[in-house]
């Protein structure tokens, strides 16, 4: 379900269509401006991940040590604003919040077994908690389903060779459980990878920026995906909004091992989505 223009009453919207209208000269400047194109509109799709990274390095800046409302809770109060905003501006769609939710519910249910388990620890107090887990980490869950919802619709996805649904479903429900049962059975991760590679190893995501419809292995483009998380987790790690135990003294690099659970994280952020637009195939 592309965002057409003619059908979407949003800024964004009627920035794109002006965007995509424009003529540079054919060679190297249109290949420069379709490149720029791509990053404005991944940009564009990244917006609340983006401003959520910008409330945590914010906070952790500038918050008062002794404000009143704790700064986790500002930070809840305000992406659940965000929110609000980017619904009421019609920024997402209504089935793509829903899909957000369901992104916050299983965030926060893993955050609560994992902080239990002191995989990652929360050292700020806050009133907008359960347990150990304040109410905003779920919101950064639901930054990755708002990207994969909006990029989505912006770069218009369609597919080559995408496996049974099904069976993609199974291996998400798969995925998931072994976040949880690795601390008492045996870690599965590598079998995960070998099934999913399986699965997916001929899928192609195809997407279009400008004129022509470009494709890369869907494979891949999760992993680029898990990579820029991996990367905002070292921002949200170093604004001290979550810490890993080795990190408690002292700030220190994310271990690049990580990378792993976060690209298993992005298929089931990807099977999550998939559920509501119904993965297309390319024509």
């Not at 990652?120 to 639901?142: K, T």
């Amino acid at each position: 379900m592309s965002e057409r223009p003619s059908s979407a009453h949003t800024r964004f919207a009627a920035v794109r269509a002006r965007l995509e209208a424009y003529e540079p000269r054919p060679g190297p400047q249109a290949w420069l401006y379709e490149f720029l194109l791509f990053g404005f509109k991944q940009g564009w799709a990244c917006l609340f991940g983006g401003l959520m990274l910008g409330l945590l390095l914010a906070t952790h800046l500038f918050y008062p040590a002794h404000a009143v409302l704790a700064r986790y809770d500002f930070l809840t109060l305000t992406a659940l604003a965000i929110q609000l905003a980017m619904l009421a501006f019609r920024l997402e769609t209504l089935e793509e919040a829903k899909v957000i939710l369901a992104f916050h519910l299983v965030g926060t249910v893993m955050e609560l077994f994992k902080t239990s388990a002191g995989s990652w620890l929360y050292p700020e107090p806050s009133l907008l908690r359960i347990g150990g887990v304040p109410l905003f980490s779920g919101f950064m869950y639901a930054a990755v389903g708002s990207y994969l919802a909006r990029v989505w619709r912006i770069f218009d996805f369609r597919f080559g060779a995408y496996p049974n649904p099904v069976l993609a479903a199974l291996l998400a429900a798969a995925v998931y459980i072994n976040f949880f049962a690795h601390h008492w059975l045996p870690d599965v991760r590598l079998a995960l990878f070998a099934v999913m590679g399986l699965l997916f190893w001929r899928t192609r995501v195809w997407f279009r920026v400008w004129r022509d419809d470009r494709w890369m292995p869907l494979l891949l483009g999760w992993l680029l995906v898990a990579l820029f998380i991996w990367f905002a987790e070292n921002i949200g790690t170093f604004s001290r909004a979550w810490l890993y135990p080795s990190q408690q003294h002292g700030w220190a690099l994310v271990h690049p091992a990580k990378l792993g659970a976060w690209y298993l994280l992005m298929y089931i952020s990807f099977i999550l989505v998939a559920a509501v637009h119904k993965p297309q195939e390319k024509a």
